[in-house]
């Protein structure tokens, strides 16, 4: 196990190739809390391009990423977590992970029965900056105690952030059928071009009536819908990497900026510049002086 310093603690990184036939057939328990402690912590510093293999944890987990950005997956669907959000993973729910670009992880792993009613799929979480603070300092510490009470209020305030922060509209579903499937992975390799769903729907040889169907019985969404939220992902991921608004916009399909500062500020509240001028204030902050 090597040891890496971070701004925020001294972060394990463990050989990731170690427990990878566990990780694909049953619930990881090494990470879970022990007996005594409510909430385990755990660090990783990813490098771009990094895939975390399948796998399950026997607890809740919420997974954050203090830089970067972490595609999750489970089954047919997508989530993706920028800075600013969170994903919540019920425990037993099988997921992968993959990191576009280097990624600064922090987990906290929940005792069952410690979050009453918990979401029982995967859920993007905002993280208030109260929140992003008790992360950290969670994570710093590593175990949260049942017999110390400056733990168990830090726990406490968690729990109340948990309970109290707002779900994000920020994954995507990909349908099962194969002609629905075909239409959706042509439309992803070719954000840039913005096929039409006619054009796509002619080189599946399939019709546009029933891709329709088909969406909304096994996706829950339009089409339309679908593609808007598969171009805001996009987005946010190369807005993260540091590419202007104008580029991004195009880069997912929009010949008119204005229409993708439109589809971010309904979806966040602001435009992708604030967002992308809070998210470096954030990151400035947390910079050791």
Not at 30 to 53: C, F, R
Not at 143 to 169: E, F, G, K, Y
Not at 170 to 191: C, H, K, Q, T
Request: glycine share 6%.
């Amino acid at each position: 196990m090597s040891i890496v310093s971070t701004e925020f603690a001294t972060v394990a990184t463990p050989l990731l190739r170690r427990n990878i036939s566990l990780m694909r057939h049953s619930a990881l328990r090494q990470y879970d809390p022990k007996i005594g402690v409510s909430v385990s912590t755990l660090a990783y510093e990813y490098p771009a391009g990094h895939n975390v293999p399948e796998h399950a944890h026997a607890s809740n987990q919420l997974i954050y990423a203090t830089r970067g950005v972490m595609e999750i997956s489970a089954d047919q669907s997508l989530w993706l977590t920028p800075p600013h959000l969170a994903v919540w993973i019920p425990a037993g729910m099988r997921h992968r992970i993959r990191m576009p670009g280097a990624v600064s992880m922090r987990t906290l792993y929940l005792r069952r029965g410690l979050l009453p009613r918990p979401p029982k799929v995967c859920t993007v979480l905002h993280i208030s900056p109260l929140f992003r603070e008790l992360v950290v300092e969670a994570v710093r510490i590593g175990q949260l105690r049942t017999t110390n009470h400056l733990h168990c209020a830090l726990r406490d305030l968690i729990l109340s952030q948990l309970r109290n922060a707002s779900p994000v509209p920020m994954f995507v579903r990909l349908p099962e059928d194969s002609r629905a499937l075909g239409v959706a992975e042509a439309f992803i390799a070719n954000l840039a071009g913005a096929p039409s769903l006619y054009a796509l729907c002619r080189k599946v040889g399939v019709s546009v009536r029933t891709i329709q169907r088909t969406f909304r019985r096994e996706v829950g969404t339009s089409f339309e819908f679908w593609r808007r939220q598969v171009r805001l992902m996009k987005g946010i991921e190369l807005l993260v990497e540091g590419r202007s608004v104008k580029m991004v916009a195009a880069e997912v399909g929009y010949r008119q900026q204005s229409a993708f500062v439109e589809l971010f500020r309904q979806t966040f509240g602001m435009t992708p510049r604030t967002w992308v001028a809070a998210l470096e204030a954030q990151n400035q902050r947390m910079r050791p002086k």
